[in-house]
């Protein structure tokens, strides 16, 4: 039996799982990789744990999963070559959870030998994530998947392109293999839509030409299995199902917010219950925007200078955050003179609390769009009619 407080996809990782696995004439291009693209906190890393993961097991593939914003100090190919490095030492360890998983794909209780050096996958001179890959798909004989979560965190950096060029390598080396007994297949999510779907587009790209896809919010049926859920419990306050399908959408399709807006409607007496919710949705989206934009207020008035012209800027991100036109408006706004070193120091932090993201050299941008485009529709309620001051 499923554990009752999770919502599970199976439609939707179903569909998916059998697009990956097994491609019908339109859906060839999944071979290639899929990109899925959708904001924070919608379910994304709850739907690929718990639907998604299960399903392409339960076809028989090995998936391995990282989650790049699961240790932000790390370096993403470094995530990655770990988890690669475990998955193969679990194929060879004898009682391993992995093989107890996959008992039924040929693989012998003892492990299997790989014949390669795991200590030194991904260094120079090392074993390859190509020939890693080679080895798990012929030993294994099925389909091995990574999932890369927050894969967009890759950009930017010479290991992070090296990587991709890497597991572009793997791909081609395993899938264009004659007779191959399975297939390495690559999914990547991310919060950032556009420069998701540049990752396939842009010829420069290692998966140029792979499937970029937006991931499915959830519905209406959610919601409705969440009121139906809590209201098993006698005396609970819950707004209509319409109201609270509206209110959901409110607070962007985020599931922690719909709980903790429903708690805070237990507060509410002597008010209808879907005006009282409607009031309370409006509020904590609102709430929620401010929270995520006190990140940047917390370093301060170049922080914020600095975020003005990363968000004022292309969607794709801005460049020139340390040339002398931007330290004059850095100037401008704080009211004292700025230097390229400050500048760096407060975009170096930006980065590492993940607050802005560097796509390519030089360039950066906000890395949750929609805390971008709530402070422009911020900005555009302060500002005044007609450019008057």
């Excluded at 391993?96 to 795991?118: C, M, Y």
């Excluded at 990574?146 to 930017?156: A, C, F, N, R, S």
């Excluded at 002597?270 to 919710?277: N, Q, V």
Aim: with cysteine.
């Amino acid at each position: 039996m499923g554990d009752a407080t999770l919502f599970h996809r199976e439609t939707y990782a179903n569909q998916m799982a059998e697009q990956l696995l097994n491609p019908g004439p339109l859906d060839e291009s999944a071979r290639s990789g899929v990109f899925l693209s959708g904001i924070r906190r919608v379910g994304k890393t709850t739907f690929l744990r718990q639907d998604l993961i299960p399903a392409l097991e339960a076809r028989g593939a090995l998936v391995i999963y990282v989650d790049l914003w699961a240790d932000p100090g790390k370096n993403p190919s470094l995530l990655v070559h770990d988890a690669v490095r475990q998955t193969l030492q679990q194929l060879q360890t004898k009682g391993s959870s992995l093989l107890k998983r996959i008992k039924g794909l040929n693989v012998g209780a003892a492990g299997v030998s790989l014949g390669l050096e795991l200590d030194k996958i991904g260094e120079p001179g090392g074993t390859t994530l190509a020939q890693a890959f080679e080895a798990l798909v012929a030993k294994t004989k099925t389909n091995v998947v990574l999932i890369i979560d927050e894969v967009q965190q890759t950009l930017g950096t010479d290991e992070g392109q090296a990587l991709l060029h890497a597991l572009k390598a793997a791909r081609d080396a395993v899938n264009s293999k004659p007779g191959t007994p399975g297939r390495f297949l690559f999914i990547g999510t991310g919060s950032h839509r556009s420069l998701l779907a540049e990752m396939t587009s842009r010829r420069a790209q290692p998966f140029a030409g792979a499937l970029s896809a937006s991931y499915q919010v959830l519905g209406k049926d959610f919601v409705q299995w969440q009121l139906e859920r809590i209201g098993a419990q006698p005396g609970l306050t819950l707004p209509s199902l319409d109201a609270a399908w509206a209110g959901f959408q409110t607070l962007g399709h985020r599931p922690e917010e719909l709980l903790k807006a429903l708690r805070q409607l237990q507060q509410a007496h002597g008010t209808d219950a879907d005006t009282a919710w409607r009031i309370i949705c409006s509020t904590l989206a609102s709430a929620a925007a401010d929270a995520d934009l006190k990140a940047f207020d917390d370093l301060g008035e170049l922080g914020k200078a600095v975020f003005e012209r990363i968000a004022s800027g292309d969607e794709q991100g801005v460049s020139g955050l340390f040339g002398a036109e931007s330290l004059a408006f850095y100037s401008q706004r704080i009211g004292s003179g700025v230097d390229a070193s400050q500048v760096q120091k407060v975009v170096d932090k930006m980065v590492g609390a993940q607050l802005i993201i560097r796509p390519s050299h030089g360039v950066y941008t906000i890395a949750d769009p929609f805390v971008r485009q709530v402070w422009r529709e911020k900005r555009a309620l302060l500002a005044p009619p007609d450019g008057r001051a």
